[in-house]
């Protein structure tokens, strides 16, 4: 088992962002997570990543608890998010905010660092990560002054630096056009044939529905339906669930 | 020449404090209202080690430590409040290691520690002094270079995303603090031996605000540009005696000025004249 979140809760105030949650992830799987705006999925993932810590739940990283774990730690451990709202290093070029991740051997501690100073590696591995996302011709530009499109694609770029084991995807296909986010989900099944483990929320239903092996659906902050995409996508529960959030639908998301 | 020596000398002091507090704002992107307190620190510290009969070398090391340790504090502290509120904080900090100065007898109280042995003359402290500061300056360049400056650079920027890429961002933080924190403290240590009396004033809010002038001033995040800064602001109250009574008034003046016209300091200036001069020259036929 890669990962398994138990019985996660978790509420704002009044609002329950996700009530009860379990999701069990195999090594190797490819899954897809989807569900309507508000249904509750970056919440769950920040759960699971640490972002956010559970009112009530447990987190198991290769049957490791991790529940407590600092989200740096869980980085290192090879357990690594990419946000919904991209958060770059505003003034560093995409080439540095992905060399910042490929050195993390070097910055793990502080002192370590300090008598750091040899980039080149990071630098090479950083643009080859650059190329295979295709976002190689802005290399050097600051990440303030790129499109989303980039921006998406270097936060994927910067997570695979990490060199990560299980990877948490969320909506990495937003703002892509057509050929650009059907060359990333390729990329992200050749990643998951690589080995790396991968959950993927998206609301690019064609696409998610074409790569996961597995969906699981999420609705009002609990698990709705979960199988094969084509049997879920055909649930009448399914899609009552999608109709009742109708703008969600294929709605552009950033 | 005495006069010469003791401005350069001030002069140096200025530029570690300036450097320390650039690695804590303008390297790790951490406010800092209260810099003084731990030049305060330092000084206290290093004369009361001069006094009880250590040498000079174990009192300089002493204040630098115990400089760094409050600062580390300070570092943990800062882990736990949002941006706006560390300003806050850290001037707290300022006011309250006046305050338990002033009162406590063993500190000497409003009158401060006085003959404090001094074993140099002042062309020693002014070597020693320039000697620190380059030192701080080259430490600077070397973090900026390596990966603990980027790392600082990534914290600044967005600590969120830093800890998703697995920095340890609190880790970062203490460091810079402690780094920081404990250069003020040898600048104090050094201050302390060479006028032979600290008085709480000399490291009050006014002085924290000095320090962070020089900062801004010269350009955060810049270290030629905070040299610049740190050397400008000693000179100005030499020339302009009149700015020793003003100090708050025209270095926060100066500090808006900065914030609204040249976010980037002197160094952002400098920066911007070369790429017109540059452009112009470009222009030119050949
Ligand atoms: N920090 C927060 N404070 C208060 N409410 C929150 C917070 N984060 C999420 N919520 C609420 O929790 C619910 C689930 O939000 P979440 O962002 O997880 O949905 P989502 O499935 O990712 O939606 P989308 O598809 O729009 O990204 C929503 O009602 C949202 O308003
Ligand atoms: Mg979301």
Known sequence: ?254 | MDYYLSVATFGALNVILALGLNLISGFCGQVSLGHAAFYGLGAYAAALCSVAGLPFPVAVVAGMLVAGIFGIVVGIAALRVREDFLAIVTMGVGFLFLGVVRKQQWLGAEMGIAKIPSPLDKWGYALLAIGAAVALVLLSLHVRRSWMGRAFGAVAQDEDAARSIGIDVAGYKIAAFFIGTAAAGLAGGIYAHMTQIIVPDAFNFIQSITILAMVVIGGIGSTLGVVAGAVLLTLMPEMFRFINDYKLLVYGTLLLAVMRFSPEGVAGLVRRLARTAQARGGRRPA
């Open chain 1, 1 to 254: 088992m890669m990962l398994e979140g138990n019985r996660l809760s978790i509420a704002f105030g009044g609002v329950r962002a996700v009530t009860d949650v379990t999701l069990r992830v195999e090594r190797g799987e490819l899954v897809g997570l989807i569900g309507p705006n508000g249904a509750g999925k970056t919440t769950l993932l920040r759960l699971l990543t640490g972002v956010l810590v559970p009112d009530a739940g447990s987190v198991a990283f290769e049957a490791r608890d991790v529940t407590r774990t600092s989200i740096h730690r869980r980085a290192q451990m090879g357990f690594v998010l990419t946000h919904q709202i991209v958060r770059p290093f505003r003034d560093m070029s995409l080439l540095e905010n992905v060399m910042v991740a490929a050195a993390a051997n070097l910055t793990r501690r502080p002192w370590r660092a300090l008598v750091a100073v040899e980039a080149q590696p990071a630098r090479a591995r950083a643009r080859s990560l650059l190329e295979r996302l295709g976002i190689a011709d802005a290399a050097d530009k600051p990440a303030h002054s790129v499109p989303l499109g980039y921006l998406k694609r270097m936060q994927v770029a910067r997570a695979l630096a990490l060199g990560p084991r299980l990877l948490l995807l969320d909506e990495p296909l937003a703002g892509l056009n057509y050929s650009e986010a059907t060359r990333l989900a390729d990329l992200i099944v050749e990643l998951n044939a690589g080995g790396i483990t991968i959950v993927l929320v998206e609301h690019n239903l064609s696409e998610v529905t074409r790569i996961a092996r597995r969906l699981v659906v999420l609705h009002n902050g609990a698990v709705l339906a979960e199988g094969a995409p084509r049997e879920v996508m055909t649930r009448k529960d399914v899609r009552d669930a999608y109709l009742g959030n109708e703008p969600a639908v294929g709605a552009a998301h950033a």
